[in-house]
Nanobody, 120 residues
Framework: QVQLVESGGGLVQPGGSLTLSCVAS????????MAWYRQAPGKERDLVAS???????QYIDSVKGRFTISRDNALNTVTLQMNDLKPEDTAVYFC??????????????WGQGTQVTVSS
């Protein structure tokens, strides 16, 4: 059994900061890329930032310079530091990992999501 569990969402004023964390646990053999997605009401789930095991990072244009993704490969965690938050960042944020479970096959795993609301 493999789980991804996010934490750190909440309500913040515009210009504020939040840190999202995600930990993968269970019978894990290897993890490749880890990423954060978000889904706003009535919209599709979109990639926000991703990071490979070797440290290659990608961001969507709208968060460049404001969000920072990092990970600890030894602890199977990925973090998203979000600064200068804007109302348009409001969404449910999901952790994602390309993961090989022990005795299984590679596939994508998802966390349950954490709500981020940016509002005054």
């Amino acid at each position: 059994q493999v789980q991804l569990v996010e934490s750190g969402g909440g309500l913040v004023q515009p210009g504020g900061s939040l840190t999202l964390s995600c930990v993968a646990s269970g019978r894990i053999q290897r993890i490749d890329a880890m990423a954060w997605y978000r889904q706003a009401p009535g919209k599709e789930r979109d990639l926000v930032a991703s990071m490979t095991t070797s440290g290659d990072i990608q961001y969507i244009d709208s968060v460049k310079g404001r969000f920072t993704i990092s990970r600890d490969n030894a602890l199977n965690t990925v973090t998203l530091q979000m600064n200068d938050l804007k109302p348009e960042d409001t969404a449910v944020y999901f952790c994602n990992a390309a993961l090989l479970p022990i005795g299984g096959t590679w596939r994508a795993y998802w966390g349950q999501g954490t709500q981020v609301t940016v509002s005054s």
